[in-house]
């Protein structure tokens, strides 16, 4: 159990699960079933109060300043506000209602206002300046937390004049609301839309895994038969196998519309203000533009930087996409078709090449990928890499039936932390995958153990029967549980520094490295078992699944970096003009770099929640593929010594990527793991992209 500060909230009722100093919960998790939508707000005040007093002592605080009264002071500060936004915006994205949506709206402006009420108080920015880390004689750790408030007070505006703080304390109001329309406006689409299957006609290809899922889905949603949704793991495999080509066509128009419907839920306006704010608030900062501005505090440093790794990627991913592109035209008319291939035809059209060029049937490769058994395979990879122990727990609180819970501790008997497994998707959550923490390592306040979970959105499969994945689903839950290792593994003193709080640029590379385990042949010889037999992946088909690891890595590449390319340019090129058309805009970048017509992008602007549900990946979209170019290379390090399971390049990468937070410069951090910076030869050649 966490030895934490009290973090009750005592002028709340008692029947406010918030007021609790301490939650009597099993590993001190938030009692869920106690907690209800009316309990949100009133926590939320008490919390802002008593975090505005603790604040408002720290720069009141007359005695001379310190990295003990100022700094550490303000890392103890908010524990309370710390618990109760944990809770609620874990929810808000897993399993939300329209009540939880309404608090979202009322509080995002004020959670905005409190925070530019610190970065912008001048007493307080005086004090951690006044900070002498030589006279303190300061560890590495300290200097490191000191340097980043710094950083972070300087990026929000503490050293403008007044009257240009009071304009970017209104922008970061005014941004937060709209990011939590924008996030609403998108899971109104996606929950909203059905596409009903009626009759063997519609279900026409679909293999039975795809028809339990879209039956399941149906079921749901209180409907009768089967149904396709925008949840992604139903209309990919929909797109892979569908033989009604009118119905993949409608399906994909619905899946790149979504926030483009121009009604209550349309993003274009919401879009176009939030780039206006933006340029604004970077041109306040002295910089060029938003990219300019994101991009400084990276681990690229520059935008220059970003778009030279975009382009070097992309003129060799488009002429191999146009080779495929070829190739599946060609196979179009070999089927005495004469119809020219299109978006919504590409998917269909690659699974049927693969079939023929790799022998290789999508739904032959999930008999053998049933959910519980690659959760068992990220597990096991987790052991032999950090020795880690997993021991599922089942009386204990979760916020939805379909969680899981696991107690992660290490070869030495001690408690690592919390891992929750939220694996299927639902009309209550937004579409994606990503890792979150209800709970972050430190140990200012006491040996803190995280509360980390993990949430997907796999088809959920009939009672009663497995849930199998995709390859490309397997590799997603491994890729989270990297993020979530991240998390677990994070071995820090101060919350400002722990887990995944590192440069936006460096933060994908735990969780894409650990991918790479998933390919290796020892894993799936180990873990890809038949769902009905148990028994392992014939060798062959091993053989050709992992032969068959770069087909198509030209579309994959370029719908991905498409993306990447109009997200940079967005933010580094609009001037923010008030009535910006920026689905126009995106449309003109692609044009300018010939985009092949039959490739979307991954993600089109009004559902691009990665840059406009928040600012974690605006102007940094293009961190996914930075970070590949360093975890092709980090894995490598594997490779070289023999052993992907190597025990000293393993504590290596524990020490200076899992483990340690920010405490390091990301080029330091790796530098120190692998000796050397990398080069991007062994990303284009794991893409297959390689002269």
Do not use: C
Request: net charge negative; charged share 25%; aromatic share 10%.
């Amino acid at each position: 159990m966490p030895d934490t500060l009290a973090a009750g909230l005592e002028s709340l009722p008692q029947d406010n699960p918030f007021a609790q100093a301490r939650w009597g919960t099993p590993y001190e998790l938030p009692p869920f079933e106690q907690i209800r939508p009316e309990h949100y707000l009133p926590a939320f005040e008490a919390a802002l109060a008593k975090h505005e007093g603790e604040i408002a002592a720290i720069a009141g605080d007359t005695a001379p300043p310190s990295f003990a009264n100022t700094v550490a002071a303000m890392e103890r500060a908010g524990l309370a506000l710390d618990r109760v936004a944990g809770v609620f915006y874990n929810l808000t994205g897993s399993h939300t209602n329209p009540e939880l949506q309404a608090i979202e709206r009322a509080v995002g402006p004020k959670l905005a206002r409190h925070g530019s009420s610190i970065y912008l108080n001048p007493l307080l920015w005086a004090r951690i300046s006044a900070v002498d880390a030589e006279a303190e004689g300061l560890g590495a750790e300290e200097r490191r937390v000191l340097e980043r408030y710094r950083i972070r007070f300087r990026r929000a505006g503490a050293e403008l004049a007044p009257d240009a703080k009071e304009r970017m304390a209104a922008i970061a109001e005014r941004l937060s609301e709209l990011a939590t329309r924008f996030s609403q406006n998108l899971l109104a689409d996606e929950s909203g839309f059905t596409l009903p299957l009626e009759g063997e006609d519609d279900l026409a290809g679909l293999p039975p895994f795809l028809r339990a899922a879209a039956a399941s889905a149906a079921r749901e949603r209180g409907l009768e038969g089967h149904v396709i949704t925008l949840s992604r793991s139903l209309i990919e495999p929909f797109l892979v196998f569908s033989t009604r080509r009118d119905l993949r066509e409608r399906a994909y128009e619905a899946w790149i519309h979504r926030g483009e419907s121009g009604g209550p839920t349309d993003n274009r306006a919401v879009m176009a203000e939030i780039v206006k704010l933006r340029a604004e608030r970077a041109r306040l900062l002295g910089f060029e533009s938003f990219a300019h501005f994101k991009l400084a505090d990276t681990m690229a440093a520059s935008p220059d930087a970003a778009m030279e790794l975009l382009r070097d990627v992309w003129t060799p991913a488009r002429a191999r996409a146009i080779e495929e592109r070829d190739r599946l035209q060609a196979l179009v008319q070999q089927e005495g078709h004469n119809f020219d291939l299109r978006a919504h035809d590409w998917r269909h059209y690659a699974e049927k090449l693969r079939r023929a060029e790799h022998d290789l049937d999508e739904g032959e490769i999930k008999a053998y990928l049933p959910l519980e058994r690659m959760i068992a395979a990220a597990f096991d990879t987790a052991t032999r890499l950090f020795g880690l122990t997993f021991e599922e727990l089942h009386d204990v609180p979760r916020y939805h039936p379909d969680v899981r819970v696991w107690r992660v501790g290490d070869t030495e008997g001690r408690e690592v932390g919390l891992f929750l497994g939220d694996y299927f998707a639902r009309p209550s959550k937004r579409s994606g995958a990503w890792m979150s923490a209800f709970r972050s390592q430190e140990k200012l306040t006491g040996v803190v153990t995280p509360i980390i979970v993990n949430v997907m959105n796999f088809a959920k499969a009939p009672e009663g029967q497995p849930t199998l994945l995709s390859f490309d689903d397997a590799r997603t839950l491994f890729h989270e549980f990297g993020h979530g290792l991240h998390g677990l593994l994070s071995d820090v003193t101060y919350p400002l520094l722990a887990g995944t709080s590192v440069s936006g640029d460096f933060v994908e590379l735990p969780s894409q490295l650990y991918e790479h385990w998933l390919e290796q042949p020892e894993i799936l010889r180990a873990h890809a078992r038949h769902h009905e037999t148990g028994a392992p992946m014939p060798e062959d088909l091993l053989a050709k699944l992992l032969a068959a690891r770069a087909f198509n890595q030209g579309f994959a590449t370029v719908e991905y970096t498409a993306s990447a390319l109009v997200d940079m340019t967005l933010h580094l090129s609009a001037d923010g003009e008030a009535g910006l058309d920026v689905p126009a805009f995106e449309a003109d970048a692609l044009r300018r770099i010939a985009i092949p017509a039959e490739i979307g992008m991954r993600h089109r602007s009004p559902h691009f929640a990665h840059i406009f549900g928040g600012e974690g990946y605006a102007a940094g979209y293009y961190s996914y593929l930075w970070s590949e170019v360093l975890d092709a290379d980090a894995f490598d390090a594997f490779r070289e010594a023999g052993d992907i399971f190597d025990p000293e390049t393993a504590r290596r990468l524990r020490t200076f990527v899992y483990g340690a937070g920010n405490l390091r410069d990301p080029r330091e951090a790796y530098t120190a793991f692998r000796g050397r910076m990398p080069s991007i030869a062994p990303l284009l050649k794991k893409r297959g992209l390689a002269a």
